[in-house]
């Protein structure tokens, strides 16, 4: 099985560039399962229902979310019936939605975690704790992904090293930028940093770069405005072994449309 890993939709570039990447892959055959972060989806600014939708309509499997779930109020009554849109696993216990979705894909079950993380972000509970919690739910479920939301390079690269081997793949995301450090740890486990974005490349993490520089140089609030320029698709693409549920190969990519 190959599984598609997409980092940070933003706003309607990364929609469009992410439909047609994701629709010529499928079609091709490069990969049967994609799971992309959607967080940045609707302008920047989470997610709406309508908008989750239209990316799973167009290839993805699953979504995944990290710090901004919550900006678009809409997406709450959205998220409590949701199928294929999960948020972080380890936001306070009675928040909407769920952390985890086993889905059976037909080549087998596979399970998706979403955590985020503590450092350099909003209090929430511990990752690694509710990690191994979570992961008792996915008894006899042999491919299970890890999206680990987070702002530390050292917090994603610790819990890669604290998965290694209990779980498919630990990929990162919530920095926009891509790393180039996507690896099979010792133990078996498919690892990246950072998948990077989905959207326009010439800005500032998605965001229009003049704005974004205004607010630099002068300190002034600005309004964060989605940029245009060069959307491209970034993550990896990982092979499995559908028997084991153990990676055998990682490759990094970026695609234009
Ligand atoms: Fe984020
Ligand atoms: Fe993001």
């Known amino acids: 099985m190959k599984i598609l890993m997409v980092g940070d939709i933003v706003g309607s570039p990364g929609r469009q560039v992410f439909g047609r990447v994701v629709t010529r892959m ?7 399962f994609v799971v992309a972060n959607a967080e940045n989806a609707a302008g920047g600014k989470g997610v709406t229902g309508p908008i989750a939708e239209e990316l799973l309509s167009v290839g993805a499997d699953i979504l995944t979310l990290g710090d901004h779930t919550w900006d678009q109020k809409e997406l709450t009554p959205y998220i409590e019936k949701a199928e294929r849109l999960i948020r972080p696993a380890n936001f306070p216990p009675g928040c909407p ?42 008894a006899g479920v042999k491919t299970i992904l890890v999206d680990f939301h987070a702002e530390a390079t050292s917090e994603k690269i610790a819990m890669g090293r604290y998965l ?43 965001r229009d770069a003049k704005t974004i520089l205004a ?7 600005a309004k964060f405005i989605v940029a245009s320029g060069n959307p491209v698709l970034e993550g990896i693409v990982i092979d499995v072994d559908n028997g084991t549920g153990k990676a055998f190969g990682i490759e990094r990519i970026r695609c234009s449309e």
């Open 26 to 32: 499928k079609k091709e055959k490069l990969t049967d």
């Open 97 to 138: 939605g769920s952390g985890l979705k086993i889905l059976d894909v037909g080549l087998g079950s596979v399970a998706v975690i979403n955590l985020v993380g503590r450092t350099f972000m909003q209090a929430n509970d511990c990752p690694f704790r509710t990690v191994d919690a979570v992961l008792k739910k996915c």
């Open 164 to 206: 290694d081997g209990r779980v498919t793949c630990m990929v990162g995301t919530h920095t926009h930028v891509q790393t180039s450090d996507e690896t099979l740890l010792p133990g078996g486990t498919a690892y990246i940093t950072d998948l990077g974005m989905t959207g326009p490349k010439e800005s500032v993490i998605g």
């Open 215 to 221: 607010r630099f140089i002068t300190g002034m609030p």
